[in-house]
């Protein structure tokens, strides 16, 4: 009889490892998989930050070094350094002058590209192909623009002397391209405008409001 009692009590204890064995291990891959689970949200969750930074960057940048919000001092050391004389480059198979708007506090909000005028005569060979060469330069960085409006012909110059072909938005970055006419002598050239929406719209608001105050001011006197 004891025998038997010893046995049970063997089998028992036995069964009684074997169980706290089996709980441990499913503990341990539980503790894993919460491990494995966290480290898979870290790392999303930097990998996140580190493309909404790289996105932020992107927004404003306005050309290479140069970026939205330097001062002038600044925007006209990078541009001797990185540009050529006259403040041009070529970008892909043209050159394009560069010219940097600031607002009244000193800051960059805006950059210009254009090239040369030309004569009517080149307007659908020279000028048009200047315009293509920076539409493939931007959608190879942005992807299709989001908003297209077709190349213009001379008859679209009548009421307006800037005629846009198409606009990129890339958060508060907007980039627009696209022909302008100089009235003197029916010429016309490629140009492409890159600025900061908030900056550009503070900017301009300030004049507005500058001008209001001078009319205001100017009907007083009547």
Known sequence: MKSIFFLLAVLFLMGSCNSNRKKGLAEKRKADSILVVQQLERENFLADSLAKAARLDQ????FGELKFGMSRD??????KRTLNQGNSKTLGACQYSFSPT????????????????????HLESSVRAKVENLKEIITT?????KKSFGYPDDFAFVETQLQWT?????????????VASIPKGSRYKAICWIYDDPLRVKQLNKGKDMLNSKIEKAA???
């Open 141 to 145: 960085k942005y992807d299709k623009p």
């Open 74 to 79: 600044t925007v006209k050391e990078i541009m």
């Open 102 to 121: 600031f607002n009244d506090a000193g800051q960059l909000y805006m950059l210009q590209l254009q090239t040369d005028s030309e004569s009517s005569l």
């Open 59 to 62: 927004a404003m940048t306005a």
């Open 220 to 222: 007083s006197d009547f």
């Open 166 to 178: 198409d606009i990129w938005e890339f958060g508060t970055k907007t980039i627009k391209i696209g």
